[in-house]
């Protein structure tokens, strides 16, 4: 509890001290002289004069003359602090602390049955699938939607900052959650863009991966492009495997894809590679931190209150006892 009756509330540091929430109050005690003042001339004029020689004013009638002050002193006293409290005193204390500004990402992960060759270890799915979720749990304050994607689309998760539950998903991903054969990358940009068009914010970015050709879908790859530059989203696009492996491997249509919607294309022909290049995607995606200043406000307009109530307790009290009638007279 703050010790509002000492005397440090009046002191002139500390009302130097204050930020006042309602500065212009102040100007009012400017007024209060002047008010006495005009209050003293009215009066005075109304009053009779009684002319006492100097030998005749004796030490007690002095003290009297002195006395008959406080009443008026007290209310004065009381008007200035109610004006103190209507400026409303504050004291401000300002924390640092840093605003993390997220970025939203879905995640493209193609899934058909040429994932499975094993030029990547174990196979070309499981490699992408343990760097994907390196990758996820790299990642601050960010939402992060999964998409797979074969001849057909399967949302795995929209946007989501749970790391634990997206990275659940990727374990369990496997071929047989789309029967449909091909590679729909158009499709698969396409259902990326969808969750991530309508969230506010600048930082909207999609990450395909795949090991092939556009070579089914009923949505063009270039049309799903224009979609993506519409709604502000970069593509980063990662073609896996090694052309020394069976399983051919054609890399115009994610090369067009990043190249088109200011992303970049990558090529990962090994394990290393794909975690290089997950790696050096994080680096570009830098959650953004920007500092914050908390200001922690505190009002004292109350102590001022009390003191207001108690100086003017102090004249009500005065001026209703005999003393008060001796100190008028």
């Known amino acids: 509890m703050i010790n509002w009756h000492s005397l440090y509330w009046f002191y002139a540091s500390t009302l130097n001290g204050f930020t006042w929430a309602n500065s212009h109050y102040l100007y009012l005690l400017f007024l209060i002289p002047v008010l006495f003042f005009l209050n003293?001339?009215?009066?005075?004029?109304?009053?009779?004069?009684?002319?006492?020689?100097?030998?005749?004013?004796?030490?007690?009638?002095?003290?009297?003359?002195?006395?008959?002050?406080?009443?008026?002193?007290?209310?004065?006293?009381?008007?200035?602090?109610?004006?103190?409290?209507?400026?409303?005193?504050?004291?401000?204390?300002?924390?640092?602390d840093k605003y993390a500004e997220g970025i939203d990402?879905?995640?493209?992960?193609?899934?058909?049955?040429?994932?499975?060759?094993?030029?990547?270890?174990?196979?070309?799915?499981?490699?992408?699938?343990?760097?994907?979720?390196?990758?996820i749990a790299g990642?601050?304050?960010?939402?992060?939607?999964?998409?797979?994607?074969?001849?057909?689309?399967?949302?795995?998760?929209?946007?989501?900052?749970?790391?634990n539950i997206l990275k659940e998903y990727l374990t369990a991903l496997n071929p047989s959650l789309i029967k449909t054969s091909g590679t729909a990358l158009?499709?698969?940009?396409?259902?990326?863009?969808?969750?991530?068009?309508?969230?506010?914010?600048?930082?909207?970015?999609?990450?395909?991966?795949?090991?092939?050709?556009?070579?089914?879908?009923?949505?063009?790859?270039?049309i799903a492009l224009e979609l993506a530059k519409t709604f502000g989203i970069r593509i980063y696009t990662i073609?896996?495997?090694?052309?020394?492996?069976?399983?051919k491997i054609d890399e115009r249509t994610l090369k067009s894809l990043a190249e088109g919607a200011n992303g970049q294309f990558f090529r990962a022909t090994d394990n290393q590679a794909l975690d290089k290049i997950f790696k050096q995607i994080n680096s570009l995606e830098k959650t953004k931190f920007s500092d914050l200043q908390q200001k922690d406000v505190s009002d004292y307009y109350y102590v001022y209150l009390n003191w207001a109530i108690t100086f003017f307790l102090i004249a009500f009290f005065l001026k209703i006892t005999p003393l008060g009638n001796l100190l008028v007279d």
């Open 186 to 222: 158009g499709l698969a940009l396409a259902s990326c863009i969808n969750k991530l068009r309508d969230v506010p914010g600048k930082s909207k970015v999609t990450i395909l991966i795949s090991d092939g050709d556009n070579t089914t879908g009923s949505i063009d790859p270039q």
């Open 139 to 163: 990642r601050v304050n960010d939402r992060i939607a999964l998409v797979a994607f074969a001849g057909e689309t399967a949302t795995l998760s929209p946007l989501t900052n749970d790391y």
């Open 40 to 96: 003293w001339i009215f009066s005075s004029q109304n009053k009779p004069k009684l002319v006492l020689s100097i030998s005749e004013v004796s030490f007690q009638s002095n003290f009297l003359i002195w006395l008959r002050y406080l009443i008026p002193a007290f209310f004065v006293l009381g008007i200035a602090s109610l004006i103190l409290a209507l400026a409303r005193p504050q004291l401000l204390s300002q924390n640092p």
């Open 239 to 247: 073609t896996i495997g090694s052309n020394n492996s069976q399983e």
């Open 105 to 135: 990402i879905a995640i493209g992960l193609d899934i058909s049955d040429s994932m499975l060759a094993t030029d990547l270890k174990p196979t070309r799915l499981e490699a992408a699938k343990n760097i994907a979720k390196e990758f």
